[in-house]
């Protein structure tokens, strides 16, 4: 992470919920590829941004998932994740690959 990080955005608590996003989906979904991306810095100054939750963009490849439609592909998500979503996440941008 660079050290320019725009204020309000602490890289250990980034860290820390980047990990625990990644900890509890493969937990759930057992993916064949993940990467969790904090984007909160896009979000600085956003209205949303202010409650300290973070902006983060999920990729996911996963056996479990392909056969599932998109709504159910985001349900599949958030109920993994759990309180993550009520707690450290504010938004999630959701790319699952076939």
């Known amino acids: 992470m660079s050290a320019e990080r725009p204020s309000g ?3 250990e608590v980034t860290a820390r919920r980047v990990a625990m996003i990644r900890e509890r ?4 979904l057992d993916p064949d590829a993940l990467d969790v991306i904090d ?7 956003h209205p ?20 599932q439609s998109r709504i159910a592909r985001h349900r599949s ?13 504010h938004a999630l ?4 690959e076939d």
């Not at 989906?25 to 759930?28: G, L, V």
């Not at 949303?48 to 056969?67: K, N, P, Q, T």
């Not at 941008?93 to 699952?96: E, L, P, S, T």
């Open 48 to 67: 949303g941004a202010r409650d300290g939750r973070g902006h983060f963009r999920v990729r996911i490849r996963s056996e479990e998932l392909a056969a």
């Open 39 to 45: 984007e909160s810095h896009l979000h600085v100054g």
């Open 9 to 11: 955005i602490d890289p």
């Open 77 to 89: 998500i958030y109920a993994a994740l759990g309180d993550l979503m009520t707690t450290d996440i």
């Open 93 to 96: 941008a959701i790319d699952v």
């Open 25 to 28: 989906i493969e937990a759930a």
